[in-house]
């Protein structure tokens, strides 16, 4: 690595919605602080490809409707591209853009032989029937087949997606290339060549790299309080997971709302609640009901784990932040106009690039447990993903004591650091 320049805060972003900005800003920064060169810049700076496909499907009453999905292919210099599909009637290009780039750099910081991907369907999957969603999965894997492909591109679940959809991904593409092809796409359920431990792995992730955080701030946890935005797979788990480490878990919240309990929330009981009421918290009594969701980005905790969707912390609300450690599960959380003022305050980030590849480790596993023909315990699954994220913790904590810059240019820095050698190892411009 070059000799650190100065840290400089990123940019604010122009568009405060544009998570593609947001990602860009930090990656100036790191890349500065990198000397990186001009050529290997331009490189990372744009995606690979893009691929804008309209996949007309049969919908129930009869009608052709026409739906525009999207894959980005960030980066495959270090691995075939990763990253999962996301089903949302507020997908865009951009969006797409930026959640491929942080794949490549969230496989590159846990150093897993990956690439980054992501891919997105516009469209609103909870009016949607399961044969419309089933015909409209099998459409995209055609339109995608000469993108995917174990050695190519492989991709996984994102929001609004799960195993049932990459179960008739695995299947449609299995019959374009005539064999059944287990390794082309992750998350599948466990009976068909899912992994083990792949369901916990992101919220597990964020809980392993939440102690070495406490660690390093010499914070107990069975005397830390905790607020977890967002109650779906990454929020219950990381929540879940967090207490059974001593944590109190104060807040929880979905999009019915923010529910506290100043004795702490238990979060077995939540889930339970969460499971026999559509998904959601809605009418949970074991906490109350804040008046303003959002109160829960501010409240009275140590720690804050935001793992519902982007930019939810902003220059807005970024000033009354009391958590002293924030662990982000979802991508994107933080807008980029947020990060001096949390600087500013002394808040540790461990940043999604880091906290949340947990997933995409365990998936790694998947992919290689589908290629060996083997499958490993649980044990084997859940230490190995342990040590990988205490080892890339400790690999971005000592970079980001080493230039003095926060956890999230450091995250930034180690993963932009490793494609770049492997650029000028590779070379062939
Ligand atoms: P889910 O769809 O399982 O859960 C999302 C949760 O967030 C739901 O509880 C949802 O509530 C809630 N939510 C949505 N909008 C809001 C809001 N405005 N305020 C509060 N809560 C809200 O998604 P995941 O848990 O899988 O993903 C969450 C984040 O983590 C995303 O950013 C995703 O990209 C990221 N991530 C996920 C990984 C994974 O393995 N699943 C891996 C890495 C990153 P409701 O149910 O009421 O709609």
């Known amino acids: 690595m070059a000799a650190t320049t100065v840290y400089k805060e990123p940019a604010p972003r122009v568009d405060a919605e544009n998570p593609l900005e947001s990602m860009m800003s930090r990656f100036n920064v790191a890349t500065e602080i990198l000397g990186l060169d001009d050529e290997t810049y331009n490189v990372l700076k744009a995606p690979d490809k893009q691929i804008i496909v309209h996949i007309p499907v049969t919908m129930d009453n009869g009608k052709v409707r026409v739906f525009e999905g999207y894959r980005v292919v960030h980066n495959t210099i270090l691995g075939p591209s990763k990253g999962g599909i996301r089903y949302d009637k507020n997908v865009h290009l951009d969006e797409v853009k930026a959640l491929a780039a942080w794949m490549t750099w969230k496989c590159a910081v846990v150093d897993i032989p990956y690439g980054g991907a992501k891919g997105g369907i516009i469209c609103d999957p909870t009016t949607m029937s399961a044969g419309e969603i089933e015909r409209l999965t099998r459409g995209y894997t055609l339109a995608m087949k000469d993108v995917f492909g174990p050695d190519r591109d492989i991709p996984a679940p994102d929001m609004g997606t799960g195993p049932r959809e990459m179960a008739w991904l695995m299947d449609e593409f299995s019959k374009t290339v005539g064999a059944t092809s287990p390794a082309v796409v992750t998350g599948k359920p466990l009976v ?10 992101t919220g597990r992730g964020v809980m392993v790299s939440a102690l070495a955080a406490m660690k390093k701030l010499g914070m107990d946890p069975k005397q830390t309080s905790a607020a977890v935005q967002g109650f779906g797979n990454v929020g219950s788990w990381a929540a879940k997971l967090l207490s059974e480490q001593g944590v109190k878990i104060k807040c929880i919240s979905d999009v019915s709302g923010a529910y506290w309990n100043e004795n702490g929330i238990n979060i077995d009981e939540a889930v339970a609640y969460k499971n026999v009421h559509k998904g959601r918290l809605d009418g949970y009594t074991g906490a ?18 935001p793992a519902a969707v982007e930019d939810v912390i902003t220059e807005h609300n970024a000033h009354d932040i009391k958590a002293k450690l924030i662990v982000e599960g979802a991508n994107g959380p933080t807008a980029a106009s947020a990060d001096p003022i949390i600087n500013e305050k002394g808040i540790m980030v461990v940043p999604d690039i880091l906290a949340n590849s947990g997933g995409v480790t365990v998936s790694y596993f998947e992919w290689v447990q589908n290629r060996q023909g083997f499958k490993w315990s649980e044990d084997m699954v859940t230490e190995r993903a342990d040590r990988i994220m205490n080892e890339a913790f400790e690999k971005v904590y000592a970079t980001s004591q080493k230039y003095n810059i926060p956890m999230r240019i450091a995250a930034y820095v180690v993963a932009i650091d490793k494609v770049a050698q492997t650029y000028k190892f590779r070379g062939g411009f």
């Open 192 to 201: 068909m060549g899912g992994s083990l431990g792949r369901t916990e792995a």
């Open 288 to 305: 109350t009901l804040m008046d303003n969701a959002d109160d829960l980005l501010t409240s009275e905790v140590d720690l804050l784990v």
